[in-house]
């Protein structure tokens, strides 16, 4: 990637449970960020910002500071990577509360995903996903990085036991996500992205 300045990543830590296998998964995703080339990351942990499932045009004063420390990042971000479980075939209430409180970041920037879970992965919360960005003007990228059977794959330490297959995984993503972010900020800087 031969770009002027890095990309900014945000990598979002989705599952907000006790117990939670994400910040494991977070944390091997982001060393993968920081061998690859032309990339700044900013781990973002959503179990440090809660935020309710219900919106309100004039929040109280708990989910105003939430905001005010979420928006700048998610706006400073050139793309995004979401990393979710799949909780009862979905994905977690954590992560649409993100999404539906902030509407703006999203905007025509792309977003990967890296999902865990059992026998599927993360795979049918990703596929959902999917479905619920384009409403925000994101564009996801094809590729992703999953985990079937999560805590089959990593060491008590949180390094992956066989690693190749998913170092090559999240190589193939972040390029893809590298290629659209240049794209989609050139592109920004040259005609604003209209929406209705």
């Known amino acids: ?3 002027s300045q890095p990309i900014r990543l945000a990598v979002i830590i989705g599952s907000v449970r006790e117990g939670r296998f994400g910040p494991t998964v977070a944390h091997w995703f ?5 061998q690859h ?9 959503l179990a440090d910002f809660p935020l309710p499932a219900e919106l309100s045009k ?12 979420t928006v700048p990042r998610l ?11 799949e909780y009862n075939r979905a994905y977690p209430a954590s992560v649409k509360s993100l999404l539906d409180w902030h509407y703006e970041p999203w905007r025509a920037k792309p977003v990967g995903f890296v999902s865990y879970g059992g ?18 003007h994101a564009l996801t990228v094809r590729d ?9 794959h990593f060491g008590a330490d949180g390094t992956l036991r066989e690693p190749d297959g998913a170092n090559g995984a999240a190589k193939v993503m972040l390029d893809q996500l590298g290629w659209w972010a240049g794209a989609l900020r050139t592109a920004k800087e040259q005609i604003p992205y209209a929406t209705a």
Do not use: K, Y
């Not at 706006?75 to 479980?85: E, H, L, R």
């Open 1 to 3: 990637m031969n770009l």
């Open 30 to 34: 982001a060393q993968q960020v920081r």
């Open 37 to 45: 080339e032309g990339f700044e990351i900013d781990l973002i942990d």
């Open 58 to 69: 004039q929040p109280d004063p708990a989910t105003a500071e939430v905001l005010a420390c």
């Open 75 to 85: 706006a400073a971000a050139d793309a995004f990577v979401i990393v979710t479980p």
């Open 119 to 136: 026998m599927t992965g993360g795979l049918l919360a990703v596929n959902q996903l999917r479905q619920v960005l384009p409403e925000l």
């Open 144 to 152: 992703t990085v999953s985990f079937h059977n999560v805590w089959q």
